[in-house]
């Protein structure tokens, strides 16, 4: 049995107070601050982040589970059970391999939490992402303290472990993130390609995101997104953030490549959600370059993907405040491959 | 008489007799002076009390309130109806108003085009003082605008719009927001006591993606910080640490807006930088992935500004990456992220941080010959038709207090229109007249402004919206 911390309970007009200044606070750019220690106390969010998962009596049923539950990668609880049942066999134990198995479920579902709350724009259900943030980041401290003490200089562990640093980060944190990114190259020279190249994935990507006053560089990422890509010919992420870094850079012509490249790849080949997802974001890209017909071409296989696979999650921002949502003057969505008149 | 000189004085009276007066005093309402206008009519509101939600979807109405001494025409929300003032129709004229106490918004132009909002006073607690949305060709002049917990002057997804000559005082959000907006002018107003002074900002994840051509110039933007009762309400954020706040303390905050130029403003005694550049990776003051946005600042031009006493205290989140920086005060320009062919003039003589890919602008370049953003004439506006209406309804005023799937204001609408499935009309009619249904939810507003064939369109629109 596994749940998110509970949260001491708050009069429910408070809560409703605390509904309207969320929601002005994001819609209207009118955030308030809030450090980390002041975390939002809401006992319907807190209701709503528990998630129970099957009890198992020894270690092999557990990872028999996690195994199970993995496939569900537009489900956060199949994700959440994953995590802490990965957790669970490795913790204590000297099996290295148990503890990759369970730092990858960390950062996968750290993840899909961070996508989960990014698409909410209205911040309705932050504070249930933000709990199970915190459960996810006090499963990896744990992990990555037991990595530390027993195998330090492993490549995979530690491209693992930057990972989750530079996930959890944020954007005020730079040193954290490249600290997270010092470490991983570091594995990632010793180890080319380790783990399909996602220590070059995940530092390419930080290099992207980090601005130039904080150590940031378009032109440091792409060496690694590139090598990224060789590792992984077929992951639609290296190739959406090279298309990026060359838009970036003024390189139409090869950012163009990669959406191509992104556009023809097997959805199969990587996770379902996930080819889902860089479609819709192919779509945008191609958009803004102004290639409708390759836009299209994101368009016809990310619906004929969803049409075929409906657990998969649409990605569509929920209209609130004013906000979001279909064009209100021509009814048409932002992403073509949304459905119309849905929230 | 010739009968083309008759036609002639016909066609004069008739227009006359068009163009009408009504005259509204108090206990009658506005709403139904609206109701009996046509369009090209002026009600003139005359001093007093006016408790009501008012709906204007008329073309060319001038709603003109009459000031006699010190007395306005009140409208007052008494901190339960949403909206104060909502417009629909083309060519409408808002004037003369002291609007206070509403939850939502104080005066909505939503769909409308050829707008102008003059010299009104609007007063919190609501989300926006003044917010155009989907319009073009307005003109928002010598408005006052105080104690909005949202932006108090917020031009969402407009285009040719001027905001000139209004004051924005002691707002816990933002003196005046641009968002998504394209060809607006910002002249010759004062910004101060409020969050940041002035924000343009490109938001991911909103039906219009681009902000651009934003002219800020001659403004009087001073001490900028969160008003002291902003303490009271800190403690209602769920924004964590993983995201961007907004830098508050900031005289300008540029947000992935193009081509924005910042000319002729005085920057005083702001606690943060009088300028903050950023993009959206750095910035993420919304996270949304929504890559038809480019997330970059570009083209940027800031001119000649006067820089007076700033960031000698900042706060918040300015004060964090300052310190990461290894400074403890801002400069004039700071610049977090990325961005393309963006300028200043005079680069060596301004305090900046993370200006190194910034050009010198060249010499001699001013926006002074640009007079207004607004177009030489009315821009064309067929009317609404009754589908745009209904989703504006749905954007305008459903969605400020219900989400779909999640509690907001009010319950969710996925469970909330459980009852009604199938039968459009209960639920218009009960919108009309709501009753206090849930115990642990207020009572919704009466939405009773509303045309009946609207209200039953946006019933049929909210029963049929699917999930997907």
Redesign the interface.
């Known amino acids: 049995m596994s749940s998110l911390p509970r949260i001491p309970g708050q009069p429910?007009s408070?809560v409703?107070?605390?509904?309207?200044?969320?929601?002005?606070?994001?819609?209207?750019?009118?955030?308030?601050?809030?450090?980390?220690d002041?975390?939002?106390v809401?006992p319907?969010a807190a209701a709503q982040a528990k998630y129970t998962c099957q009890a198992f009596a020894d270690k092999a049923a557990k990872a028999q589970a996690a195994m199970a539950l993995s496939v569900k990668t537009s489900d956060k609880n199949a994700l959440a059970c994953t995590a802490d049942l990965r957790f669970e066999v490795a913790s204590g134990s000297h099996d290295r391999g148990a503890y990759l198995a369970a730092l990858s479920a960390v950062l996968r579902y750290i993840d899909h939490v961070?996508?989960l709350?990014?698409?909410d724009?209205?911040?309705?259900?932050?504070?249930e992402y933000?709990l199970r943030?915190q459960h996810a980041a006090a499963l990896g401290a744990k992990l990555q303290a037991d990595v530390r003490a027993n195998w330090p200089d492993d490549p995979e562990l530690t491209i693992l472990s930057g990972g989750i640093e530079q996930s959890?980060a944020?954007?005020?944190?730079?040193?954290r993130t490249m600290s997270a990114v010092e470490r991983m190259s570091a594995a990632v020279n010793r180890k080319p390609g380790a783990l399909g190249g996602l220590g070059e994935l995940l530092i390419g990507k930080s290099y992207?995101?980090?601005?130039?006053?904080?150590g940031g560089a378009?032109d440091k990422a792409v060496p690694y997104l590139e090598r990224a890509h060789r590792a992984s010919p077929n992951d639609p992420r290296a190739l959406r953030y090279l298309a990026?870094a060359y838009d970036?850079l003024?390189e139409r012509d090869q950012a163009g490549r990669m959406l191509v490249a992104l556009s023809s790849l097997p959805a199969q080949d990587s996770d379902l959600q996930t080819s889902a997802?860089e479609w819709?974001?192919?779509?945008?890209?191609a958009?803004?370059m102004h290639d409708k017909a390759l836009a299209q071409k994101f368009v016809a296989r990310r619906t004929a993907l969803m049409d075929s696979h409906p657990e998969l999650l649409?990605?569509?921002?929920?209209?609130?405040?004013?906000?979001?949502?279909?064009?209100?003057?021509t009814?048409?969505p932002?992403?073509n491959s949304?459905?119309a008149?849905?929230? | 008489m010739n009968r083309w000189l008759v036609f002639g004085i016909c066609g004069g009276i008739c227009h006359i007799a068009a163009a009408g007066v009504i005259t509204v005093s108090v206990p009658q309402t506005i709403q139904s002076a609206i109701n009996r206008a046509k369009p090209g009519d002026t009600v003139r509101v005359m001093p007093g009390l006016y408790k009501e939600t008012v709906f204007v979807d008329k073309d060319r109405v001038r709603l003109s309130g009459v000031i006699q001494g010190d007395r306005w025409p009140v409208l007052d929300g008494e901190n339960t109806r949403n909206d104060g003032i909502l417009v629909s129709g083309h060519g409408v004229t808002v004037e003369h108003f002291m609007v206070e106490r509403y939850l939502g918004n104080g005066i909505m132009i939503q769909g409308a085009n050829n707008f102008a909002v003059l010299d009104n006073r609007v007063e919190g607690p609501g989300f926006y003082g003044i917010f155009p949305q989907y319009g073009q060709n307005g003109l928002i002049e010598r408005n006052v605008i105080s104690g909005i917990h949202g932006s108090a002057m917020y031009i969402g997804m407009s285009r040719n719009i001027d905001v000139v000559h209004n004051e924005t005082a002691d707002n816990f959000g933002f003196g005046i927001e641009v968002e998504n907006s394209q060809r607006v002018l910002i002249e010759g107003n004062y910004s101060h006591g409020n969050m940041i002074g002035v924000v343009l900002n490109l938001i991911p994840g909103l039906p219009t993606k681009e902000e651009e051509q934003v002219v800020v110039r001659n403004n009087f933007i001073v001490a900028n910080k969160p008003p002291p009762e902003k303490s009271a309400a800190a403690d209602t954020s769920v924004i964590d640490s993983g995201s961007g706040e907004p830098p508050e303390g900031t005289g300008l905050l540029i947000n992935g807006a193009d081509a924005s130029t910042v000319e002729g403003n005085l920057f005083e005694g702001n606690p943060g930088p009088p300028i903050f550049v950023m993009d959206h990776k750095f910035g993420q003051l919304f996270p949304v992935p929504d890559p038809k946005v480019d997330p970059f600042p570009d083209e940027t031009r800031i001119l000649r500004n006067l820089f007076v006493d700033n960031g000698r205290a900042p706060i918040g989140r300015t004060k964090k990456i300052l310190a990461l920086l290894k400074r403890t005060e801002a400069p004039d320009v700071l610049m977090a992220g990325y961005g393309r062919r963006n300028c200043i003039l005079g680069k060596d003589s301004v305090a900046a941080i993370g200006l190194e890919s910034w050009t010198e602008c060249a010499p001699g370049s001013t926006s002074a010959n640009l007079r207004t953003m607004r177009l030489e004439k009315p821009v064309e506006s067929p009317s609404l038709t009754l589908q745009q209406r209904v989703r504006l309804t749905w954007l305008a005023v459903c969605t400020g207090c219900h989400s779909f799937t999640m509690r907001l204001h009010g319950p969710p609408m996925v469970a909330a229109r459980v009852p009604y499935m199938g039968n459009p009309q209960k639920l218009a009619d009960w919108i009309a007249h709501p009753t206090k249904k849930r115990a642990d939810y207020p009572a919704m507003p009466p939405q009773s402004y509303l045309p009946p064939e609207v209200r039953l369109e946006v019933a049929k629109y909210v029963l049929e919206i699917k999930e997907p």
């Open positions: 429910v408070a409703r107070t605390r509904k309207r200044a969320v929601a002005s606070a994001v819609l209207f750019a009118a955030w308030l601050l809030c450090s980390a002041q975390l939002p809401n319907e961070h996508s709350k990014y698409f724009l209205g911040h309705t259900n932050w504070p933000v943030l959890l944020g954007p005020d944190d730079p040193q992207l995101e980090v601005p130039p006053i904080f378009v990026e970036q003024g997802d819709r974001m192919g779509e945008g890209l958009s803004r649409v990605r569509k921002i929920e209209t609130v405040l004013g906000h979001g949502g279909d064009d209100p003057m009814g048409r932002q992403y949304e459905p008149n849905s929230h």
